[in-house]
């Protein structure tokens, strides 16, 4: 339960208990208007990091009158103790970009290191790991604001103090290292996804539920993320309407608008063909995964693909870019294919929706792929970084 009183906290004392690592972590981006993937991720690796024996975990936050909102992190771990700072998030922002200012340390007491776990950097003088997810803004420069783009690059200068900077996928890791970034203080880790829910029994009423509400009544195309110029909905609504085997299949577009984009304009060339759902919780989305006949992510660029792995969990086929970190994500358990050809989208949709044979054997491929990713390994990989950026800050 949120309290008051956890709003204000400066100079958390020491718990009772012997552990090994004192962590700081950057957890403010669940409170960011639209968390996207990098805040679940933060959340997800943090509630990893809480349940082990070597880590004692201190979110750190910027000031806030309640707890982060529900839509898209429903199930915030609730035993995570957090820190805050005086400053509003804007302020404290800037500050630690512009001044190097305020120090961790005047937060949290007695730490081990601090972790900028996406974007914004905060001010330390003890051991530092930052997380970079991608640079999609400088691939992609159009699919940014320039503020956006601005902002960015504040941060990804910032993370250039790290001792190491983590990244989740070996696309990011180059773009890194082209960005600049000493490739000997660049480490991959790999993002999780949590054990399939969709075989918990509350789960196919769920799915029933969402299906009834929203007119869904036979095979259908998901697309779940944040609406946002560089996940390529333009071409994906493109390829529904090019291949006469998607026939009437609907597209359901599950997700929060990021960019002030008008979707339904979009999705105009599709009719009622076009579902579109909006903003959801964590167990509505995982019921949508559970329930879609194909799941598609057509992105220009990612730095991971965390609906991907939620989609191959739940047991459903997946057709993503080539030449991205999601082609990298899915192996050969997914079809990969040119992500501005929206005729050969539509023909690895129609593919997946004719042929039972190829369904079935990406299902399998699918689940057996995502089981290969868990929080519990990001965490065990996040915590050798640690200790490898203190052993380096002591030398």
Avoid at 258 to 270: N, S
Wanted: aromatic share 6%.
């Amino acid at each position: 339960m949120w309290m008051a009183d956890d709003l204000m906290v400066h100079h958390v004392p020491e718990r009772v208990v012997t552990v090994s690592i004192r962590v700081a972590f950057l957890l403010e981006q669940a409170w960011h208007r639209v968390p996207g993937g990098t805040g679940i991720a933060a959340v997800r690796t943090a509630e990893a990091m809480a349940e082990r024996g070597d880590v004692e975990l201190v979110g750190l936050t910027a000031r806030h009158a309640g707890p982060p909102p529900e839509i898209g992190l429903v199930d915030f771990p609730a035993d995570i103790r957090m820190a805050s700072s005086r400053l509003p998030r804007f302020l404290l922002y800037e500050s630690w970009h512009q001044l190097n200012r305020p120090r961790v340390e005047g937060i949290v007491d007695s730490l081990d290191v601090v972790h900028a776990s996406g974007g914004a950097v905060p001010a330390t003088r003890r051991p530092l790991v930052a997380t970079v997810h991608d640079v999609a803004w400088r691939r992609h420069p159009e699919a940014a604001t320039r503020r956006g783009r601005r902002m960015f690059e504040y941060w990804l200068a910032d993370a250039g103090r790290a001792d190491l900077v983590i990244c989740p996928s070996e696309a990011t890791k180059r773009e890194l290292a082209e960005a600049g970034f000493d490739e000997e203080r660049l480490r991959m880790v790999p993002l999780g996804v949590r054990p399939d829910r969709a075989l918990f029994p509350e789960a196919e009423a769920a799915v029933r539920s969402v299906l009834h509400q929203h007119g869904v009544d036979g095979p259908f195309v998901l697309w779940v993320g944040t609406v946002e110029p560089r996940k390529n909905l333009q071409a994906l609504v493109s390829a529904m309407t090019m291949v006469s085997t998607l026939g009437e299949v609907p597209l359901v577009l599950v997700g929060p608008s990021g960019w002030g984009i008008d979707i339904r304009r979009i999705t105009d060339p599709l009719g009622s063909r076009a579902v579109i759902v909006g903003p959801v919780s964590d167990s509505e989305r995982e019921a949508w995964m559970a329930a879609a006949t194909v799941f598609c992510l057509p992105s220009l660029s990612e730095g991971f693909g965390l609906p991907l792995l939620e989609a191959m969990s739940a047991g459903t086929p997946v057709v993503t870019s080539a030449g991205t970190a999601t082609e990298e994500v899915v192996g050969a358990a997914g079809l990969v294919v040119d992500p501005t050809d929206p005729g050969a989208i539509g023909e690895a949709l129609g593919t997946v929706l004719s042929d039972r044979r190829l369904t079935d054997r990406l299902v399998a491929a699918g689940h057996e792929r995502a089981s290969s990713f868990t929080w519990e390994a990001t965490a065990a990989a996040t915590v050798s970084v640690y200790r490898e950026a203190m052993a380096r800050w002591g030398e």
